[in-house]
């Protein structure tokens, strides 16, 4: 775990991921005020529902730690380190979920933030005790979490890194709607974003499984990847 | 500890309807220097690999101190391995590298500094692997491989992209390595350097063992450098 950490904390990324991620959410939080008007509760609450959006940066990061190792070789001393590739695997997984806290709790943060310096600068008013706003806010963490224990396994399950990162954005941005519709309403909100967006009670997830039922699915979705990213991982030839 | 050599044993590789490696037995002896000889795809580095535990055998078995590589207790403290030149994140600054192997290793953190004095690679510690030449990857490889202060060392083609200075600096370093009783296997294609590096001898062919000894048995008394070249070019001629 240590070992993870330091590695993810000795390169770029993980903060111009984590800046990028902010930067959708203070542009999604601000929005609904700068169209003017009245601004409901329902805004606010799409506004922090940004939060949940940047899982796609957790989800990314952590197909980086596996893939990018396999990438840029660096899996080779990983191994010759530490040849039971399991730990390795268990430590990386360790590491993102926590990531993916931080991913959800920093967003959150901005999020909220960004919004309340809103709600003073045009002087109209944000409901702080709407319990739905905070539902809001606790499913984007989870959806970062879930997203980022994804990103681990799917790295490990794929291996190569292109494939793995335009597969993945690929899925999210295009396959899962062109899926969805042709499996229909009931099937598509079983999906990994549409349950994500359920999570995150994103507008996008309107109609579709309650914000726990959702949690499970992705929490299913991650142990299925998880254990074929196990089994893969032991057999793959380092070459 | 004189007796920590490599042990190949009936090794077999198969990738796909390609065989790699076929049924190859030799032994690497401690306290010596090695030279790993073949044609381009002969199959020395998918061996070298399969006796780092990086690529899984076909059949037959590679034993490290008569340990298979997966079950050495501490890999790092027995085995260190150059494997290719590329093994590193390009936006990660050399120290850090080496910080993460030996942290990975559980190895005291003065072991870096004392590696990178001793590969020549102190004052461009801090820079990013990116704008490193192919000799200071080299030597960064090589600082990784000794961090651990390792029994058997296990390097495919350490001298390329080093200059004139630094090829007999390696040369040095390898034959030091081996006068403190260590094994030092090392693959090359520049026969006259391996001629006045290496005591003993492999020489694979189309995945088939050509020659295993010292070097005197496959030269003759003379240890030139026509006759090596001569030998070897009579040793690998048939496919």
Redesign the interface.
């Known amino acids: 775990m240590r070992t993870e950490l330091l590695k993810l904390s000795t390169v770029r990324t993980p903060w111009v991921l984590l800046a990028a991620a902010q930067l959708v959410i203070v542009l999604g939080a601000v929005g609904p005020f700068l169209r003017g008007g009245t601004v409901d509760p329902a805004a606010v609450r799409s506004g922090a529902g940004h939060l949940g959006l940047t899982a796609l940066f957790a989800l990314v990061l952590g197909i980086l730690a596996v893939a990018g190792e396999h990438r840029h070789r660096t899996v080779t001393d990983t191994y010759l380190g530490q040849p039971r590739r399991g730990r390795v695997l268990a430590a990386k997984l360790g590491v993102h979920l926590l990531a993916g806290v931080g991913f959800g709790v920093v967003g959150a943060v901005t999020a909220l933030a960004t919004t309340a310096v809103a709600v003073t600068v045009t002087d109209l008013s944000a409901d702080w005790s709407d319990a739905v706003l905070w539902r809001t806010v606790g499913g984007g963490i989870l959806w970062n979490v879930m997203f980022a224990v994804m990103g681990v396994a799917l790295g490990a399950l794929v291996g190569n890194l292109t494939a793995a990162v335009t597969g993945a954005l690929a899925w999210l941005a295009l396959v899962e709607g062109v899926l969805g519709m042709v499996l229909g309403e009931d099937a598509a909100r079983w999906l990994p974003f549409s349950a994500g967006a359920a999570l995150g009670n994103l507008p996008a997830g309107a109609g579709g499984l309650s914000q726990a039922s959702a949690a499970g699915v992705l929490a299913g979705y991650a142990l299925v990847l998880t254990a074929a990213a196990v089994a893969v991982t032991g057999r793959r030839d380092i070459t | 500890m004189n007796t920590t050599g490599i042990a190949v044993r009936g090794l077999t590789k198969r ?1 796909g309807a390609v065989t790699a490696v076929r049924d190859l037995t030799f032994d690497v002896p401690a306290g010596a220097v090695t030279g790993f000889l073949g044609p381009n795809g002969a199959g020395k ?2 061996t070298l ?1 399969m006796v ?5 055998p076909t059949s037959g078995e590679a034993l490290v101190g008569g340990r298979r ?2 079950d ?1 207790p501490q ?2 403290r027995t ?1 260190g ?1 150059v ?2 030149a ?8 050399g120290r ?1 590298h080496l ?3 030996a ?3 559980g190895l005291p953190a003065r072991r870096v500094e004392e590696v990178l004095e001793r590969v020549g690679l102190t004052d461009a510690a801090h820079r990013r692997v990116r704008g490193y030449s192919l000799g200071m990857r080299q030597r960064l490889g090589l600082a ?1 491989a000794l961090l651990g202060d390792p029994q058997v060392l296990v390097l495919d083609e350490p001298g390329n992209g080093l200059d004139p200075a630094g090829t007999a600096w390696l040369r040095a370093l390898l034959r030091g390595l081996a006068a403190e009783g260590r094994t030092v296997v090392y693959s090359s294609h520049i026969l006259s350097e391996v001629a006045k590096t290496v005591d003993h001898l492999v020489v694979v062919n189309a995945g088939r063992l050509g020659y295993a000894g010292p070097l005197t048995g496959l030269t003759g008394l003379t240890s030139a450098t026509e006759s090596l070249e001569a030998a070897f070019l009579r040793l690998t001629e048939h496919v």
């Open positions: 990738f580095s998918t690999r780092l535990g990086l690529v899984r590589f997966a050495l890999p790092r085995v391995a494997l290719e590329t093994g590193f994140h390009p936006g990660r600054r850090d910080r993460v192997v942290r990975s290793a990784a």
